[in-house]
């Protein structure tokens, strides 16, 4: 049985993953399919301290740090979490149970579905949610980004460098969420526009893929590529409903049980940013090691 067993390989549960193992205690993380998590998706990080790359880099970097101090990493994904006696039992995507005396969640957050005719349709054929991992197929094609935060920001940047054009939808009249350093540069794109006021309706095509949008108001863009960044979900389905979850579905750590910790972009009340989420995984696994020290006191 593991000591701590960590879901989720992102910052959070990479930095829950060395404190725990540095700790002394046996630690087993189970990353999804992808180490990083979303931060492996950024092409340029610029605001975590002391690093400079991108977030696939960052990621690298955190597993071996981790692993040099002994925490043993598995690419498969939570499908069920139970609580047993003196512990949790995790059902894994790769068929295998896995024991644990304490469990830590940072499983953090996929990107909100845009539910609107034609985005299921043409799902990987111009409609995206990830611009670092598509956009390469859009080189010198006019896309859409839809979106006003931080990371459709982010999006449209990064696709400027690819793209013909990039035209960001947003259904307010002024970027309200987004860093001012990148509405400046968005700003100063040349190949950057802005339709302000603007949701879309429908998403079509043909079988080559998206040829257009079309907005609520009924107007008609010509585009070959759709890029969504409207907000992330937590990453929770594969616990129990018991599991007290806030309004946004992300999990608050004073309703949890005892063993049981959160951190990252799927605990409630926390900006979603690498270094937020850094803390608390630090925190948790520090939290984990008391929990476990005051069991075995008994």
């Given at each position: ?7 989720g ?17 046996n ?27 991108n977030g ?13 101090f ?18 949790f ?5 790769d ?12 499983t953090?957050?996929?990107?909100k579905?845009?539910?609107i ?20 197929f859009?080189?010198?094609?006019d ?51 802005v339709?302000?006021?603007?949701e ?24 070959d ?7 992330h ?66």
């Amino acid at each position: 049985m593991n000591d701590i067993l960590i879901l989720g390989g992102g910052p959070a549960g990479l930095t829950a993953a060395l404190y725990a193992a540095r700790g002394g205690k046996n630690t087993l993380v189970l990353a999804g399919d992808r180490i990083g998590g979303y931060m492996a998706s950024i092409d340029k990080l610029e605001n975590y301290p002391g690093f400079l790359g991108n977030g696939q880099e960052l990621a690298d970097k955190m597993k071996a740090q981790a692993e040099m101090f002994g925490a043993k990493v598995v690419l498969t994904s939570a499908k069920l979490v139970n609580k047993i006696e003196n512990g949790f039992s995790v059902l894994a995507s790769d068929n295998k149970e896995y024991k644990t005396k304490s469990i830590i969640i940072a499983t953090g957050a996929t990107p909100k579905k845009l539910e609107i005719k034609g985005t299921r349709e043409f799902m990987g054929r111009g409609v995206s949610y990830c611009a670092t991992c598509d956009g390469f197929f859009y080189t010198d094609r006019d896309v859409l980004v839809i979106g006003g935060g931080n990371t459709a920001l982010n999006d449209a940047l990064y696709l400027a460098n690819i793209a013909k054009s990039v035209k960001i939808l947003y259904r307010k009249d002024s970027f309200t969420r987004a860093e001012k350093i990148l509405i400046d540069r968005v700003n100063e794109t040349q190949n950057i526009s802005v339709m302000w006021n603007t949701e879309l309706d429908e998403v079509g095509g043909d079988n080559t893929g998206v040829t257009f949008a079309i907005t609520t108001n009924g107007e008609k863009i010509k585009c070959d590529g759709v890029f969504v960044a409207i907000g992330h979900e937590a990453n929770t389905d594969y616990l129990n409903e018991d599991i007290k979850r806030d309004e946004l579905g992300r999990l608050i750590p004073s309703e949890l049980p005892a063993g049981m910790f959160v951190a990252g972009d799927v605990r409630s009340e926390l900006k979603m940013q690498i270094a937020t989420a850094v803390g608390t995984g630090c925190e948790c696994a520090m939290d984990a090691i008391a929990y476990l020290n005051s069991e075995e006191q008994r």
